[in-house]
């Protein structure tokens, strides 16, 4: 297979320029991670490099697979052993096998995630009895490890904040935990401190590339740019449009400080689009252009015409659902399958009251975003019992599971367990055995050392599957979530399928111990972001516009396109608003063939119904651009531009929808509104108003002639 077949001139430029620093700037859609991916396979087959000799990272692991897929179908070669991954995961790998350079860390750390992490500061908070919220403090410790120019201004907060940071260093160092920021801190501190070891791999590593490039903070530019001193065969593939990791601490800059570092890089542009038809492109560059700030650059399209973008107001949240779910049935009717579907928004609780439709309908769906299958309690319960199977040592484990099912081992048997553990140097595992208490707690402690025992004796014997299901039976997991029963078969469920995920670990590493595929799969599994799902690739996706980051869907549907939702309230800046603008942007280039934007005009939130505005990125577009496919007669009065457009296409009918009169309202006037009570006029931008209610409604844009808000 000719690999340089199907590109043109200038990707194939950018596959064959193998040698020295390179940048590809481009487009969505211009084909820079099938650039990269065909550079892989190039170096691989036409240079003769091995596979462990490339290292290639990007930012989740859903586009991680897609590579590596991309590239065995391309060369037919095994590629589950390659540096193909994400930031985290390649940290992690590396720690695996070096960590122990840095005591007091082992290579059996645990990696902790976002709701492990929050815990812990929860529980050092309640230590030290200081009543500040888990997330905030939480945010500062990881804002801490992300942002080199991190800083506090609050005296008081800094006081907590050193704190409870030292002690969350500590407990992390004492019980071997890192989370997922320490992965790349870690890593960075581990090359700095030990050159012998960064020189190994800066040799391993003939070939670096990056994909997502524009969303690289500075740190991981860092770590590569450690990486590729010697060789420097660094090649990043970005796209300033599509930056949109800035709360991250996403550094734009890198592209300028890429430019400086390596003064000898080659530039490589591509301007052809091969995702998506020019009507799409036709919207994406028109709402990319209203960020003042961005560089200038039009893509084109090369693609077949497809039809124009429709935008569809309804009535409620309920409307909008059903709207898009038809619009699904009628696709998969018309030959289309139901991966052909992604439907995207801004703010992960938007999913909810499509997942209640889609299960109505029987539509298989996958879910990018909030809670991940490994993210449930069950799963991280069955979890943390394989860990304890094949590490004893693991203390973390140890605590999440001893009294799950309920044991009745309360503080004090734990604390002499701990003292027995420090005075022996033993893992509290291994403790156990020289425990002497009496009473119901301690023979349960017992019997839970020797459940443990024996599955682990029989391990070789078992399939993996049925060691979970004697976890499962013999712990009286089970007998446990049995007794909620609202959730019992779901957590069933769950676990069935976590049954299935080991089934398949069996079949990859066949030929290796039970033990062996165990920590693999352990290892393989801490890495799961929250956003990865297990299920197949036969269904709908849903996903937040970050998520979505990469990939591509035949037809997409940007729903609660809204004020407040999209953008966010806590939008404060202009800065912020572009990104934002890049967000919709990075959404609408997603589609290769249909989209839709959706909003709804009452949405049930936080217990009330509120009325929702449209965003203003509706209003931004041109509307020859779109389609308005709302039902016209049931609009109210124009808001904005957005509203107007729709308003304009209402001419086919009849009547003429009735407008409320127009009120207007200035900063300082009080509105009394029907279900947030009094409220003081805050904002004003055309007929939209922000309102400023008692607690807890807060602060809320409405539009100022809504018939439930009248001026008092
Ligand atoms: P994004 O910025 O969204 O990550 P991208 O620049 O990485 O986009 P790709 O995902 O690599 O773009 O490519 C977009 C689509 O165009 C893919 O389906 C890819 O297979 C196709 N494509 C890219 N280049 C060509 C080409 N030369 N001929 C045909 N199809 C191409
Ligand atoms: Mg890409």
């Not at 020295?20 to 240079?47: C, Q």
């Not at 200081?130 to 506090?152: A, D, G, Q, T, V």
């Not at 020289?434 to 391990?459: C, H, P, Q, W």
């Not at 009849?654 to 200035?666: C, D, G, L, M």
Request: net charge neutral; aromatic share 10%.
């Amino acid at each position: 297979m000719d690999l340089l077949a199907n590109l043109n001139p200038a990707q194939r430029l950018a596959v064959t320029s193998t040698e020295g620093p390179v940048m590809v700037m481009a487009g969505a859609g211009s084909g820079k991670t099938k650039v990269l991916t065909t550079r892989i396979s190039y170096i691989i087959k036409e240079l003769g490099i091995i596979p462990s000799k490339i290292l290639a990272v990007t930012f989740t692991n859903k586009a991680a697979k897609e590579m590596k897929d991309r590239i065995s179908s391309m060369l037919d070669i095994n590629t589950s052993f390659m540096w193909v991954s994400t930031f985290h995961s390649f940290c992690a790998r590396v720690l695996r096998m070096e960590i122990e350079a840095m005591p007091p860390y082992t290579k059996r750390f645990v990696i902790i995630d976002e709701e492990d992490s929050l815990k812990l500061v929860k529980d050092i908070l309640k230590e030290c009895e200081l009543e500040y919220k888990p997330k905030e403090i939480k945010h500062l410790i990881s804002k801490n490890k992300n942002f080199k120019n991190f800083s506090i201004k609050d005296p008081r907060l800094l006081d907590v904040f050193l704190l409870v940071n030292k002690k969350y260093e500590d407990r992390c160092k004492e019980e071997n935990l890192l989370d997922f920021d320490d992965l790349i801190i870690k890593t960075i501190e581990l090359f700095e401190k030990n050159p012998k070891i960064l020189e190994y791999y800066q040799n391993q590593f003939e070939y670096i590339l990056v994909d997502e490039f524009q969303d690289t903070n500075a740190l991981q530019y860092d770590l590569m740019a450690m990486l590729a001193k010697k060789h420097k065969n660094l090649f990043v593939v970005g796209d300033d449009f599509q930056s949109i990791y800035s709360f991250r601490g996403a550094k734009i800059e890198n592209i300028n400080k890429f430019q400086e570092d390596y003064k000898d890089y080659k530039l490589i542009l591509l301007e052809e689009n091969y995702r998506s038809t020019t009507q799409i492109l036709n919207l994406a560059n028109n709402i990319i252009i209203k960020n003042p700030n961005q560089i200038k650059k039009v893509m084109f399209s090369n693609k077949k015409e497809g039809p124009l973008p429709k935008y569809y107001r309804a009535m409620s949240s309920y409307d909008e659902t059903v709207f898009v779910i038809n619009k699904i049935l009628e696709g998969i009717r018309k030959g289309k399958d139901y991966k052909d579907f992604a439907i995207m928004y801004r703010a992960n609780s938007i999913s909810r009251s499509f997942e209640d439709q889609l299960v109505k309908n029987k539509i298989p769906y996958t879910i990018y975003g909030g809670l991940s299958f490994f993210a449930r309690a069950e799963i991280k319960d069955m979890t943390a019992y394989l860990r304890l199977l094949v590490h004893k040592d693991d203390d973390y484990s140890f605590k999440r599971v001893i009294n799950m099912p309920k044991r009745k081992i309360g503080a004090k048997i734990l604390d002499s367990l701990n003292m027995i553990a420090s005075e022996k140097g033993l893992p509290l595992y291994d403790a156990i055995e020289y425990y002497t208490g009496s009473g119901i707690g301690a023979s349960n402690l017992k019997e839970f050392k020797k459940v443990l025992d024996d599955i682990r004796e029989k391990m070789e014997d078992l399939p993996l599957p049925l060691i979970l299901k004697e976890l499962v039976d013999k712990t009286g997991y089970e007998e446990e979530i049995k007794k909620d029963e609202d959730t019992y078969l779901d957590r069933m469920d769950n676990i069935k399928e976590f049954s299935s995920v080991l089934k398949e670990t069996e079949e990859e590493y066949e030929g290796i111990t039970h033990f062996e595929m165990l920590e693999n799969l352990l290892f393989d599994l801490s890495l799961r972001s929250e956003h990865d799902d297990s299920k197949s690739d036969e269904s709908v996706r849903l996903t937040t516009f970050h998520q979505a980051k990469g990939l591509e869907f035949d037809t997409v549907f940007m729903v609660a396109m809204e004020e407040s939702i999209f953008p966010g309230l806590n939008v404060e800046s202009n800065q912020d608003m572009e990104e934002e603008r890049r967000i919709c942007y990075v959404g609408i280039t997603r589609a290769k063939n249909e989209l839709y934007l959706t909003n709804a005009e009452n949405r049930m939130r936080f217990g009330t119904t509120e009325y929702m505005v449209p965003s203003r990125f509706i209003g931004e577009m041109d509307k020859e651009l779109y389609q308005n496919v709302s039902r016209g007669a049931k609009t109210k009065s124009p808001v904005n531009q957005g509203y107007s457009i729709a308003k304009a296409k209402f001419t086919v009918k009849k009547e003429e929808p009735k407008e409320a009169p127009s009120v207007s309202y200035s900063i300082g006037d009080k509105i009394n509104h029907k279900a947030f009570g009094d409220g003081l006029v805050v904002a004003v931008s055309g007929t939209t108003i922000t309102v400023a209610f008692k607690a807890p409604f807060g602060v809320k844009q409405l539009n100022g002639n809504h018939p439930s808000i009248r001026k008092i």
